[in-house]
């Protein structure tokens, strides 16, 4: 076991079966869930970004119709998916491990950020969803962020070409 002994080569001993580990989750060793939630946060940032240059591609094509209202609903989806999908892929790639830890709170904190902004447009109707329909909307968004984050964590297995005769 290790007591804080220093062995003779000056290096301090290590536990009985315990190994370091190859993969460092950043440069200060901090705890994963600091290192989750601050890549969640940057996550969350560059999905608003893509959010909005999604949307104003979106509104472009909107205005370019003969009949923008009926367009609104399904392009603001298509604006949106994607930009929760790169919000979970930023956040599991920058972390490098527990994607599912990524996705879940990358769709907290974006939850939480559509809560706060629906809370403060009490007076405007800002969507003409049910709620079953509300609700199911933000769970494939929360389905989203969970999917790119495991798309973010994904690493291929390349194959090496067998020679024949080897």
């Known amino acids: 076991m290790y007591n804080g002994q220093i062995k003779k080569g000056g290096l301090p001993a290590q ?4 190994s370091p580990s190859s993969r ?10 600091k290192t989750v939630l601050i890549s969640s946060l940057l996550g969350v940032g560059i999905a608003a970004v893509a959010g909005m240059l ?11 119709s003969e009949d923008p209202l009926s ?17 979970g892929f930023v956040s599991s790639k920058r972390t490098g491990e527990s994607p599912l830890a990524c996705g879940i709170v990358t769709a907290a904190i974006w939850g939480i950020i559509s809560l706060v902004l629906s809370l403060c447009l009490v007076g405007v109707q800002s969507s003409s969803y049910a ?36």
Request: proline share 5%; aromatic share 12%; glycine share 6%.
């Open 15 to 18: 536990r009985k079966g315990f």
């Open 24 to 33: 460092t989750r950043s440069a200060d060793d901090s705890p994963l869930i």
């Open 71 to 87: 367009l609104i609903t399904p392009l603001s989806l298509i604006a949106l998916l994607p930009s929760n999908f790169l919000g």
């Open 54 to 64: 999604l949307l104003f591609i979106v509104c472009f094509i909107a205005t370019s």
């Open 131 to 166: 709620l079953w329909q509300s609700l199911l909307l933000h769970a494939i968004s929360a389905l989203f962020c969970v999917l790119g984050a495991f798309a973010g964590c994904y690493k291929p297995q390349i194959k090496k070409k067998r020679r024949f005769g080897r």
